[in-house]
């Protein structure tokens, strides 16, 4: 069976300095996607990053970037730079590569302090 | 580009009832999921639509049930409403590959 877990349900960081957020899945299908959301309080989903099972390298989108450990099964997600528009619910979701189902973890909530 | 667009954004529902939630994908993009996400958790995946067809289920009983039409619009359909049946449900669409899923602003369904 397909696990995300993400064992932060809190996290604070002061303004201006980078956060990691913790993710670990389990799958044993070799071909997968694993992404970031962010939740704003007003319930959008927003994606962040994505990474390939197959990708040799870390995904970077501007402040955001992957920590990709495969052998470990981590999937961590490193905000540089906090900003108080980051405080939200975080998400880490794998996606199989040949099924439709993506799981999703209880994610973590981040809080930015001024 | 204009999003996904979900409906009605809130929803007061008997124990019993039926309910049909609709979704609007973004342009292009042909692939189509629902989720249900209880307050304080993460989303559960119900089903995926890819070109009309369903090609993947979570663990949802048969009365969760979709449709996925030629414009790519979806509807989601629950029957025999049951009180833990409320939550926010989301609709989300994407094109494939190393994209993410583009997320509607979900239905907020309250069963009594």
Not at chain 1, 4 to 16: L, R, S
Not at chain 1, 58 to 74: D, I, V
Request: glycine share 10%; net charge neutral; charged share 15%.
């Amino acid at each position: 069976a397909q696990k995300i877990t993400q064992t932060q349900p809190g996290m604070f960081v002061q303004e201006k300095e980078a956060v990691t957020l913790d993710c670990t899945y389990d799958t044993s299908d070799p071909s997968y996607g694993l992404f970031w959301y962010k939740q704003p309080s007003s319930g959008e989903m927003i994606f962040l990053i994505y990474q390939g099972s197959y990708d040799q390298q870390n995904a970077t989108e501007g402040r955001y970037s992957l920590n990709f450990q495969k052998a470990r099964k981590s999937a961590n997600l490193v905000i540089s730079a906090s900003q108080l528009g980051d405080s939200a619910m975080y998400f880490c979701a794998m996606l199989l590569g040949g099924i439709g189902k993506s799981t999703f973890g209880d994610g973590t909530t981040l809080t930015v302090k001024p | 580009e204009t999003g996904v667009t979900q409906s009605p954004t809130h929803l007061i529902k008997t124990r019993g009832q039926q309910v049909t939630l609709r979704c609007s994908s973004q342009s292009g993009h042909n692939t189509v999921s629902w989720y249900q996400q209880a307050l304080g958790q993460g989303p559960q995946f119900i089903f995926q639509y890819y070109r009309e067809e369903e090609n993947g289920r979570g663990n949802f009983p048969p009365r969760f049930s979709g449709l996925q039409f030629p414009n790519y619009s979806s509807e989601l359909n629950v029957n025999a409403l049951e009180l833990d049946d409320s939550a926010l449900y989301l609709c989300a669409s994407r094109t494939g590959g190393n994209y993410g899923y583009t997320f509607g602003s979900g239905t907020r369904l309250t069963v009594v």
